[in-house]
T-cell receptor
C-alpha cells in the first residue's frame, strides 16, 4: 500500500465551526506532514511529526491544532478559522525525517472553504 | 535567505521536448526533488538528484549541477496529460524541503 488517504475531500465551514481533517498512511512511514497550498503557489509547510512527536511547527496560528494519535494517523483540528485560511490542505508522509533522500508521498488533499 | 527560481509558465507542443530550469540558493544542499502537480491534485514524485549528472527515467530526465546551483527537468515526447505544474524542491542543511513556486506547463496539440 503506497497511498496516503485524506478525508474529507471537500469541507465548507463557518468561522465559528470546529472541524477536523484526517490523514492515514500504512507504509510504515515515521514522518508525517501537514501543508497548506494556495492556488498557483507551492505547498507551505505547517507541521512535521516524527515518530509521533511534533518536530516542526512553522509558526502556525493556534486555530490550527495537529494531533498524531498513532504512527499511521494524523489529524488537523480547525477552530475559529478565517476566510483567508481557505486553501488545499495536503498531508504527506516519508520514511523518516532528517535525511537527504526523503521522498514525500502526498495525499489527495482536502479543499477547505471558510465562509 | 533561501531562494528557488523557476519560470512561471511554459508552453510546448505535443510530441516535442521541453526543458524546465530551476536555480537555487539555499543554506546547504542535501538533494533536489522534482514533483508534478495537476490542477487541484496532490504533488507526485518525479525524480531525485543529489550527485551531479543526469538521471533518466522513461520520458523524463533530471539534471543537476551543484557547483552552479542548477537543475533541469527534461520531458520528451510530450503528451497532453503532461500539462501540469512542475515543482522543484531542495533539501537544505536542516533537511527541510524548500519549494520553488512551480512552473505551469501548457501542452498544445
Amino acid at each position: 500500500d503506497t497511498e496516503v488517504t485524506q478525508t474529507p475531500k471537500h469541507l465548507v465551514m463557518g468561522m465559528t465551526n470546529k472541524k477536523s481533517l484526517k490523514c492515514e498512511q500504512h507504509m510504515g512511514h515515521r514522518a508525517m506532514y501537514w501543508y497548506k497550498q494556495k492556488a498557483k503557489k507551492p505547498p507551505e509547510l505547517m507541521f512535521v511529526y516524527s515518530y509521533e512527536k511534533l518536530s516542526i511547527n512553522e509558526s502556525v496560528p493556534s486555530r490550527f491544532s495537529p494531533e498524531c494519535p498513532n504512527s499511521s494517523l494524523l489529524n488537523l483540528h480547525l477552530h475559529a478559522l478565517q476566510p483567508e485560511d481557505s486553501a488545499l490542505y495536503l498531508c504527506a508522509s516519508s520514511q523518516d525525517y532528517g535525511s537527504s533522500y526523503n521522498e514525500q508521498f502526498f495525499g489527495p488533499g482536502t479543499r477547505l472553504t471558510v465562509l | 535567505g533561501q531562494n528557488i527560481d523557476q519560470p512561471t509558465e511554459m508552453t510546448a507542443t505535443e510530441g516535442a521536448i521541453v526543458q524546465i530550469n530551476c536555480t537555487y540558493q539555499t543554506s546547504g544542499f542535501n538533494g533536489l526533488f522534482w514533483y508534478q502537480q495537476h490542477a487541484g491534485e496532490a504533488p507526485t514524485f518525479l525524480s531525485y538528484n543529489v550527485l551531479d549528472g543526469l538521471e533518466e527515467k522513461g520520458r523524463f530526465s533530471s539534471f543537476l549541477s551543484r557547483s552552479k546551483g542548477y537543475s533541469y527537468l527534461l520531458l520528451k515526447e510530450l503528451q497532453m496529460k503532461d500539462s501540469a505544474s512542475y515543482l522543484c524542491a531542495v533539501v537544505d542543511s536542516n533537511y527541510q524541503l524548500i519549494w520553488g513556486a512551480g512552473t505551469k506547463l501548457i501542452i498544445k496539440p
